[in-house]
């Protein structure tokens, strides 16, 4: 996957280049997670962020920790447990369990309360930060406007002009190469 992105990004660039003498177009690129860590106010919203999500993971492990000591414990005892003692110890150890995953899944999945926490607390900051490239960009006169990340290339300003997505859905859907 991440061959591929520079695959495309690479094609990409080799095909603006190709035209940007004929149409003078110009590439630009930030930094966002720079632009966040020199923004105070993305860095005080991270740290409440942060505070909640501690709270939240402590939970979680002592929770864990309490389970693991009842296994432990259950399994100590087991061979002198009467059947119905062993049957209630398993029930009560399945539910502690289960009571586990849902907790992980309600604060940590991919729509739990951390990650509606992350977009309510971070989302209107994001949409500042795009704003504020997008104004760069077209003061600038750019074209497009790349974030330099790690794994990935991310276009957060292009001019509408330079969108072929429609073309290439239609040779698609066409059959052609």
């Known amino acids: 996957m991440k061959r591929m992105q ?17 149409q003078n177009l110009k ?28 709270v939240w993971q402590d939970s979680l492990e ?3 920790r309490n ?16 059947e119905a003692k062993k049957e209630e110890t398993l029930q009560r150890l399945t539910r502690m369990e289960q009571e586990i995953r849902e907790y992980r899944n309600r604060k940590f999945g991919q ?4 990650a509606q926490m992350r977009q309510s607390v971070l989302g209107p900051l994001q949409e500042k930060v795009l704003k504020a490239i997008q104004a760069v960009a077209k003061d600038e ?4 406007v790349f974030d330099k990340i790690e794994d990935a ?23 052609s190469k």
Request: proline share 1%.
């Open 111 to 114: 729509t739990g309360e951390a």
């Open 141 to 144: 006169g750019l074209s497009f």
């Open 6 to 22: 520079i695959i495309l990004t690479a094609a990409l660039l080799v095909v603006l280049g190709m035209s940007a003498g004929a």
């Open 62 to 64: 002592t929770m864990s």
């Open 153 to 175: 290339t991310i276009v957060l300003y292009a001019q509408e002009k330079y969108d072929y997505t429609f073309k290439v859905l239609d040779m698609l859907k066409r059959g």
């Open 27 to 54: 590439l630009g690129y930030v930094d966002s997670q720079k632009i966040f860590e020199g923004l105070p106010e993305a860095q005080e919203a991270q740290k409440v962020l942060d505070a909640q999500l501690a």
């Open 67 to 82: 389970f693991q000591t009842e296994v432990e414990t259950y399994q100590a005892q087991q061979g002198m447990m009467a």
